[in-house]
């Protein structure tokens, strides 16, 4: 009778431990899976970076920047109606870029803006600090915005790649058009 009951015991214990462990073991292939993901989204980014020829600056650095008063253009290639309208990063102003990479310039997929356009907001100044994002790092219109900028000449483009996503996480306040 006694080893019927040490018996039950042990089948309990090793049903308990099965029954933690699965799931122990299925949380470390997803963390695995996940850092996989995140190696593949690392590395995207390096390489839209290296092709676009522009620097990628924090979500913290752009807020010192603006604090310090530092002379910049921030601009959000975010859609208006639908995110540049309900929210952004101060001082920043709207130009939309497609999602796609945008190897030749299309005004439809800028929201009907042409090229001149881009121009004029840039300025003249091709030293001076252009800082672009967009919705988040996955989101490629901020890389299609300072690959362009580069192209044009620009010398001191940022790509900020967390966009506003990223901004409200570090919970920075954002400014909207009424």
Known sequence: MRTCKTVFKIFLIVGLVAGVAAPVGAFWDNKFEKELDKEAAAVKLVREV??????????????????????MLIVDTMPYEDSYKKQHVPGAVQFMFPIPDM????????????????????????????VIYCGFVKCTRSHNGAAWAVKLGYKNVYRQPGGIFAWKGADYPVEEVK
């Open 103 to 130: 190897k030749e310039w299309d005004s439809k997929k800028t929201g009907g803006k042409t090229l001149a356009d881009y121009k004029k907001l840039l300025g003249d100044d091709k030293d001076k600090t252009i």
């Open 50 to 71: 290296q092709r676009g020829g522009y620097d990628m600056v924090t979500t913290q650095e752009l807020k010192k920047w603006i604090d310090s008063k530092k002379e």
